[in-house]
């Protein structure tokens, strides 16, 4: 079955450093996402990507952050100048939509994510 | 966006069947409603996802009453491999942009 992969599993870094993580979405889907999630707390949703542009955003993803699909395979987020409340795991995710008439069903396959520990 | 409720933890004995419900009052007309599965220390996984009355596939049963401000996943027969977090989410699966926002989510224990 494919999968949506991430590497690295575990990044550390010190404050103020950038940091690139990256993702490789299941072939044939079209939309894409970032989420992240602190220690002990829900999943927040960070940005969704389709048509290799950002579709939507949420507050978290500031100025500090950015995504691109640069080669048709990966899809990365990078913070530029990390903080210490950035530590967190950082899931990818793709999406397979399915339409069979009026009916859409959308399903998210998340990647095992990537530890970000900032020093 | 529609806000979801659910309660924060659960407890169950093996075996038994366990039914987590959700609340979203103010679902719109074009939202879905989908739960996933969470183990520490990986991704969400996919379980479910319903619009309107029963769906069900090899691992779970959504109910979705009729005025669709809440749905209720079942899951049947538990075991402790079930012990993990569900989340339920509303979202517009017609608009390409799909903010999808996890809710706290409930902590499913299945006790032997």
């Known amino acids: 079955e494919p999968e949506v992969t991430q590497t690295p599993s575990h990044q550390v870094t010190q404050m103020g450093q950038e940091v690139i993580l990256r993702c490789v979405p299941i072939?044939?889907?079209?939309?894409f996402y970032w989420y992240r999630q602190i220690l002990g707390q829900k999943v927040e949703f960070l940005v969704s990507?389709?048509?290799?542009?950002?579709?939507?955003k949420s507050e978290i993803f500031d100025d500090q952050f950015s995504v691109e699909r640069p080669d048709g395979s990966n899809f990365t987020l990078k913070i530029r100048s990390t903080k210490l409340e950035d530590s967190a795991m950082y899931f990818c995710?793709?999406?397979?939509?399915?339409?069979?008439?009026?009916?859409?069903?959308?399903?998210?396959?998340f990647g095992p994510g990537t530890r970000l520990t900032v020093l | 966006l529609a806000k979801t409720t659910q309660p924060i933890s659960m407890d169950s004995y093996e075996g038994q069947e366990v039914n987590i419900t959700c609340s979203h009052n103010?679902?719109?007309?074009?939202?879905?409603i989908t739960w996933y599965q969470q183990f520490p220390s990986q991704g969400p996984r996919f379980i479910i996802q319903?619009?309107?009355t029963k769906v069900t596939n090899e691992v779970a049963s959504l109910f979705i009453p009729a005025d669709r401000k809440s749905s209720t996943l079942s899951l049947p027969r538990v075991s402790l491999s079930d012990t993990a977090v569900y989340y339920c989410l509303v979202g517009d699966i017609t608009n390409t942009g799909n903010q999808f926002y996890f809710g706290t989510g409930t902590s499913l224990t299945v006790i032997p």
């Open positions: 072939s044939n889907h079209l939309y």
């Open positions: 319903g619009y309107k």
């Open positions: 990507f389709y048509n290799n542009e950002i579709s939507e």
């Open positions: 995710a793709s999406l397979d939509r399915r339409t069979s008439g009026v009916l859409s069903t959308d399903t998210q396959y």
């Open positions: 103010n679902i719109a007309t074009n939202d879905y």
